[in-house]
Structure formats: C-alpha cells, structure tokens
C-alpha cells in the first residue's frame, strides 16, 4: 500500500493518515517533519499533541532525510506528515528560495524514486496548495509550484491519492501523470474578483496593443457573426496531432537544467579576467545556457529555430484592433517571404523562421508549413474560442511542432505570434491568472482610439466572467478564452521544457501562452528567458508572476517573435563569453587575490 493523503490545514489528513497506518497491521515508523523552535510555545504544542496521540508502540522520527528512513525501514509502514514541511525545511538548507528550488532536483528525484520503490506500506500527508494561503511572492511562487508539483510526483508513485476536506475524505483514485485539468495549485487560488465585473464601463481609453502584425490597414474586415468555415476535404493537419501522444494535454514532470553544471559554471566564471559578477546579466545567461545543455562550457549555439503562430481571432470583428483582420494573412506571406521584422533579425542573428497556419481564416497561396486546427477561433466574449476536441489538437500541435524542431537539431526555441486581436485573449488569461485587473493592464499598443480600448476592455471583461468557473483548469481556460494560435503555443513552450530545450519568450501573447504552459507542466519556466518586456502593459504582469526578468527594455510591441530574436545576440554573446574568454591563469593576469 502507498498513499497520498492531500487536504488543507486543520482539515483532519493527519488523523485519516494516522488511521491508515495503524489499520495496516505492521510496525509503523512516523516520520515527523516539523521542526521545533523552543522560543515558538504554540508550535511545540502542536508537535506535542500530535505526539501524544500516536500508539506507544510506534518509532518516531523526527527528520527531513525521508530517503534514508524508507531505505532503514522497507518492511514497516511509514508515515511521513508532512511534505511541505520537508519541502520548506529543505529550501531553507538549499537556499532555494532565490534559485527556484534549482538545488533540490537531485534531492526530489531521490525521494520519489524512494518512495516508488519501498517495499512496504507507505503513507504521506501533504498540503493541498489550492487549500490553503500562499502569498503572491518570489518565495510563496516557488513554494507552490514545488509542492504542487511534488505532490503530482507523489501521486504518480504511489498510486492512490484522497483529498481530505472537514474531515470528509474523498477518493481521487489511482493517479496518473494527469489529466490534463490539474496544473499548478497557483491556479486555483487566482482571485475571481476581476472577472466577475461588468462589461459596461466609462473608463477612460487607453487602446490596442501589440504583439499583432503591422502592416498598413486596408477596409476589408470578416463580419462579427461570420461562422468560421469548414475544413477541407480529409480536416486539418491540426487535427492529426493528437495521435502522436496517449493524452496530448497530460506532461511528465519536467526535470530542470543541470543544477551541477550551473555551479560549475558559477565558477568559471570567476575564473574569467574580470572582476567577479562585472558582466552581469551575461554571466547569468551564460550559466543558464550551460545548465540547460548540462556541459561547461557551453556550446554555442548553431541553430535558434523561430516558429511564428498564426491564428485569427473572432474577437477582432468586435472593434478591438487598430487593424483588420486580413493583416494576419499578409503579414504571414511577409515572413514567409523575408520582408517581416523578425525575418530580418533573424537573419542577423543566425536564426530561421518558419510561420505555423493554426487558425487563420484564410490561407496563404501555395500553403504554409501548417498544423492548422480551423479557421479562426470564437468570439470569446460571447463563446468559446474552441471545442474540446480543437483544444486538444492545438496543444497537441504545438507540441509535435516542438518536436519536430528539437529532432531537427534546433538547439533554441523561440515562439512568435501573429494574428490581429489575439492581445485581447492574451490579456484576458493573464488578468485571470494574475488576478489583476484589465483596466490595469490594457496598453495602447497598434493605436486604437479611447472607443477602440473601451470595447476591448469590455470584450475582456466579459470573457473573464465566462471563464470564472475555470480558474483551477488551464485546459478548459485555452478552449474557452485562448485560440488555437496561443493553445499551440502553450503546448509548444511545455513540450520544449520536456524536450530539455532551452526558449526565449517573447512579447505578451507568448508570455500569456506561457502562463498557461507552466500550468500544464509546472516547473516548464526552468527553461525559458524573457527576450524583452513589450510595452504592453500585460507582459509585464505576466513576467512578473513568471519571475523572469527580460534580456532587453526597448519598448517593442511589434510581436511575431521580434523582441525574443533581438535579445538571441546577447545570448549569443553570453556563451561566447563563458566558452572563449580567458582565464586569469591561461592568460597570466593576477586576479584580486
């Protein structure tokens, strides 16, 4: 038997744990995490009375080395309460709360291995994150998406898992690598205030961003009630995608970069002829770059690879761009042909482009290298943006589109967007994520009038009330408030995570996919940098709760993966500087000492 006991504080797992253990009929070793402080009366109390109320008969360990005790103990019933008090123990002897948790990979495989492979009875009590208060910090962030993430580990080794709630205890059945409707616990604490505001408002205008092609506007638009048209004979290639995976929205844990080669790096560079931290973000980059491809130094890198995803958004007939809808399908024709922004600094940065067709509505002539879903996606003020079945293929295909690049060679992923109105969804998942409000984070961007950024405010809000029920399901938040453009990303940027591929984000369409991303595969951020910060106001709120900070500040809003392809010769130039500078003892220069 091994089991995971979840529930929140004073909801009684630890009693319904205790009852398990000592049903099991075999010596039972109780693990107890929790850390005395004699100058904290209250917690000693605690520490008593759970004490007092185990059988005499029982050991008691009062540690945080959970391996050693299963290895010590294989033909006893363990029972280890709790793990986010071995977690939070942990961070603090890692210092992990400033490296993400970067130092605990190694610690964590052991453990679930440990736990996967004892032979005896097993239970564990852990907090359910989405049950209790985790602050809005770098730290509580971390916290959560670790525990989080530990606690779906746990439930895969062990098989079965309840939830305790008011002492009632909830069968959850035998665990898998998940469903697909789980994601990070932070999910499902995101306020839901936002989005249960009305649709009217007078506030005064602040327009379109961003992030969504800019050539110049020409009269014809796509009427609002315009249904989107029927697939070709034989359907998409979108649709195609799911075959490739048994679930296309279910992840295996994502494991980090190498925390090892980081330290190695570390201190490479401080054997560099330079003070010691005096390139600043290079050295960082450097050592990210080093860790992801797990060698120091690192390699450079030979071949960025840019996916552009393109898709319509029925929202943008309700006046919420500067720009109609028809721009989509030019400007994919301008990449494709090498006139577009990001074709020429890719160019320059020894990057390639490819454009991905996930929705637009109409087609480029002579086709694209497609995994097209449908043509343009729904209004998501009044509808959903897709079906169950599209929101599978558009995950699916983002992720067999970064598989085809990582087989391919690429070495760097970066995302790109394209569709005129797709920052109305993007914004609409981060305020929902962020549990901010989109008064706050609607920029004027491409240039629409104070009536333009009113409607689009509108539009925003009434797309969070839709999507209120959502919050703790990032699956059910792409189908109803995404498309199929930023749902493909999404399963782009995770996939990229498992293929142990490092990525740049872009502006605040990739950044919202990315939120998503990191919901369906937490631990997915490990490897991504922001190439920028948009100067929509969005990005930055998304950034923000990425806790990533941007290569570049330049004000772009231009999208299509431009600010990502602009910071890739830092990069460049951040591994170059770990791989060929000289050491003070290669080149005979005294250092400090």
Not at 46 to 75: G, Q, S
Not at 191 to 202: E, G, L
Not at 246 to 266: I, T
């Amino acid at each position: 038997m091994r089991l995971l006991v979840l529930g929140g504080t004073r909801s009684g797992k630890s009693a319904h744990a205790e009852a398990v253990a000592a049903a099991a009929g075999a010596p039972v070793v109780y693990v107890a995490t929790a850390r005395r402080d004699d100058a904290d009366a209250e917690m000693a109390d605690r520490i008593a009375a759970h004490r007092d109320r185990r059988p005499a008969d029982w050991v008691t360990e009062e540690t945080t080395e959970l391996a050693r005790v299963l290895r010590e103990h294989p033909d006893a019933t363990v029972l280890v309460d709790d793990l986010g008090g071995w977690l939070t123990a942990r961070l603090d002897a890692t210092l992990g709360w400033t490296d993400g948790g970067h130092g605990l990979a190694a610690e964590l495989d052991a453990l679930v291995e440990a736990v996967a492979h004892h032979p005896g009875s097993l239970v564990l009590v852990s907090p359910e994150v989405g049950l209790g208060v985790v602050p809005d910090t770098l730290s509580g962030r971390v916290f959560g998406d670790l525990l989080g993430t530990l606690n779906r580990r746990m439930a895969d080794a062990c098989g079965d898992a309840v939830l305790v709630v008011a002492g009632r205890v909830l069968p959850l059945g035998a665990s898998g690598s998940g469903s697909g409707t789980g994601g990070s616990a932070a999910i499902a604490t995101a306020p839901v205030a936002a989005a249960t505001v009305s649709s009217t408002t007078t506030s005064p205008a602040a327009p379109e961003d961003d992030d969504e092609g800019a050539a110049a506007p020409t009269s014809r638009g796509t009427g609002r009630d315009a249904a989107p048209a029927d697939p070709p004979a034989g359907g998409f290639r979108g649709l195609d995608d799911v075959r490739y995976y048994d679930d296309p929205v279910a992840f295996e844990p994502v494991q980090g970069p190498s925390h090892s080669v980081a330290d190695e790096a570390r201190a490479r560079q401080l054997t560099l002829t330079k003070p010691a931290g005096s390139l600043g973000r290079l050295e960082e980059l450097g050592v990210w770059i080093a860790s992801c491809q797990e060698t120091c130094p690192p390699r450079p890198l030979e071949r960025a690879r840019v996916v552009v995803f393109a898709g319509d958004h029925g929202v943008a007939a309700g006046g919420v761009s500067a720009y109609p809808q028809e721009v989509t399908l030019q400007m994919a024709g301008n990449i494709v042909g090498g006139g577009a922004a990001v074709s020429v600094l890719a160019r320059a940065a020894g990057a390639t482009v490819r454009v991905a067709d996930l929705a637009m509505a109409d087609e480029v002539p002579g086709g694209l290298d497609d995994h097209k879903v449908r043509r343009s996606s729904g209004s998501i003020d009044r509808e959903d943006a897709l079906t169950e079945d599209e929101v599978r293929a558009a995950i699916a295909a983002g992720r067999r589109i970064a598989d085809e690049e990582v087989d391919g060679g690429a070495d760097l992923l970066i995302a790109g967007d394209l569709g005129i109105g797709n920052t109305t969804p993007a914004t609409v998942l981060t305020c929902l994520v962020t549990g901010r409000e989109p008064v706050e984070l609607v920029g004027r961007g491409t240039g629409i009038d104070d009536e333009g950024w009113m409607r689009k405010t509108a539009a925003i809000r009434d797309a969070m009330f839709r999507c209120s029920d959502d919050l703790r399901n990032p699956v059910a938040l792409l189908r109803r408030a995404s498309g199929a453009d930023i749902a493909a990303m999404a399963g782009f940027l995770a996939q990229a995570a498992q293929r142990r591929t490092p990525c740049l984000l872009d502006g605040a369409v990739v950044t919202s996919a990315a939120l998503l991303a990191e919901f369906l595969a937490p631990g997915s951020r490990q490897w991504w940098a922001a190439g920028h910060r948009s100067a929509e106001p969005c990005h930055s709120a998304a950034l923000t709760y990425l806790s990533l900070e941007p290569i570049l500040e330049h004000s772009m809003r231009l999208g299509e993966g431009s600010g990502a392809v602009a910071a890739l010769p830092t990069v460049h130039a951040a591994v170059a500087i770990l791989g060929e500078m000289a050491t003070f003892a290669d080149a005979g220069v005294s250092d400090k000492d």
